[in-house]
């Protein structure tokens, strides 16, 4: 019997003495997983009024809530008296091998990071990547989608894109065209000159500030090389690229003006 009472005793003291710190490791777990869940909603809302993609937005919001609760859950467990260090050291080995095995993942999430924070480019942009050219679809965690004018999807790697020199074609909301003409020198260039920017004035896609560039480029042994250079948005670039051939085939005809055709074909005029 005196020994049980000695047990008993042991027990009540070790209650008594651990109790305060039990039930405030409860209370600091309570409330902080409660904290979390509220600060992970309010970063998510950040997040989208931030115009950060649905994507990225929910998983920097789970990211940074289980951030949270894991170190409220370490904190919790030392108030309650457990060696949290070997934890700890559980959890940054843990964390060093998936980093190892995700390198390139990572370094891919970390640079969709930076592309959203930075913005060399949204959602609707026209960019080249890499002689790749198209307008971006969509940014994900680890990649950036890319739609070509004929239709075509490039997956690119976000790690690729930050390490490499891209050209953003709407950045300025104008993109300028680059149309080569090449006429004999019996030609009369302001005559061909005026012609090219009446059919420019036809199209309205062609904008007028910048203003249309026509000129000549240079002086072939036997043709010059008149350069067409206008302006247009993005959106616009295919269909005004093919309108102004057309039309400058149609009207270049219809005033008698010869051009250069292909090397296994003789000069003649440029019908309609």
Same mark, same amino acid.
């Given at each position: 019997?005196?020994?049980?009472?000695?047990?008993?005793?042991?027990?009540?003291?070790?209650?008594?003495?651990?109790?305060?710190?039990?039930?405030?490791?409860?209370?600091?777990?309570?409330?902080?997983?409660?904290?979390?869940?509220?600060?992970?909603?309010?970063?998510?809302?950040?997040?989208?009024?931030?115009?950060?993609?649905?994507?990225?937005?929910?998983?920097?919001?789970?990211? #940074? @809530?289980? %951030?949270?609760? !894991?170190?409220?859950?370490?904190?919790?467990?030392?108030?309650? =008296? $457990?060696? &949290?260090?070997?934890?700890?050291?559980?959890?940054?080995?843990?964390?060093?091998?998936?980093?190892?095995?995700?390198?390139?993942?990572?370094?891919?999430?970390?640079?969709?990071?930076?592309?959203?924070?930075?913005?060399?480019?949204?959602?609707?942009?026209?960019?080249?990547?890499?002689?790749? #050219? @198209?307008? %971006?679809?969509? !940014?994900?965690?680890?990649?950036?989608?890319?739609?070509?004018? =004929? $239709?075509? &999807?490039?997956?690119?790697?976000?790690?690729?894109?930050?390490?490499?020199?891209?050209?953003?074609?709407?950045?300025?909301?104008?993109?300028?065209?680059?149309?080569?003409?090449?006429?004999?020198?019996?030609?009369?260039?302001?005559?061909?000159?005026?012609?090219?920017?009446?059919?420019?004035?036809?199209?309205?896609?062609?904008?007028?500030?910048?203003?249309?560039?026509?000129?000549?480029?240079?002086?072939?042994?036997?043709?010059?090389?008149?350069?067409?250079?206008?302006?247009?948005?993005?959106?616009?670039?295919?269909?005004?690229?093919?309108?102004?051939?057309?039309?400058?085939?149609?009207?270049?005809?219809?005033?008698?003006?010869?051009?250069?055709?292909?090397?296994?074909?003789?000069?003649?005029?440029?019908?309609?």
């Amino acid at each position: 019997m005196p020994n049980l009472e000695k047990y008993l005793q042991t027990i009540i003291d070790n209650i008594v003495a651990y109790a305060p710190k039990l039930v405030g490791a409860i209370a600091v777990l309570i409330i902080g997983f409660w904290a979390a869940n509220k600060l992970e909603k309010a970063v998510i809302e950040r997040l989208k009024r931030s115009n950060f993609s649905p994507e990225i937005t929910s998983f920097l919001g789970s990211m #940074f @809530g289980v %951030v949270l609760k !894991i170190a409220f859950l370490l904190i919790s467990a030392s108030m309650a =008296g $457990f060696d &949290t260090s070997a934890l700890v050291g559980m959890l940054a080995a843990a964390g060093f091998a998936v980093g190892l095995a995700l390198q390139g993942g990572l370094g891919n999430f970390a640079s969709g990071i930076m592309i959203l924070v930075f913005k060399p480019y949204k959602v609707g942009d026209w960019i080249d990547f890499n002689g790749k #050219f @198209g307008k %971006v679809e969509e !940014i994900q965690i680890f990649n950036t989608l890319m739609v070509s004018p =004929g $239709f075509k &999807t490039f997956i690119v790697p976000n790690g690729q894109i930050t390490s490499n020199m891209i050209t953003n074609y709407s950045k300025k909301g104008s993109i300028r065209l680059d149309i080569k003409l090449q006429v004999p020198y019996e030609e009369s260039f302001p005559k061909v000159k005026e012609i090219i920017a009446s059919i420019l004035d036809t199209i309205p896609q062609v904008l007028k500030d910048p203003q249309p560039q026509v000129g000549i480029e240079h002086f072939d042994n036997f043709f010059i090389q008149i350069s067409i250079k206008p302006f247009v948005h993005p959106n616009d670039f295919t269909d005004v690229t093919y309108e102004i051939r057309q039309k400058i085939k149609t009207t270049l005809g219809q005033n008698g003006v010869r051009v250069r055709y292909p090397d296994s074909v003789s000069l003649g005029d440029f019908g309609a």
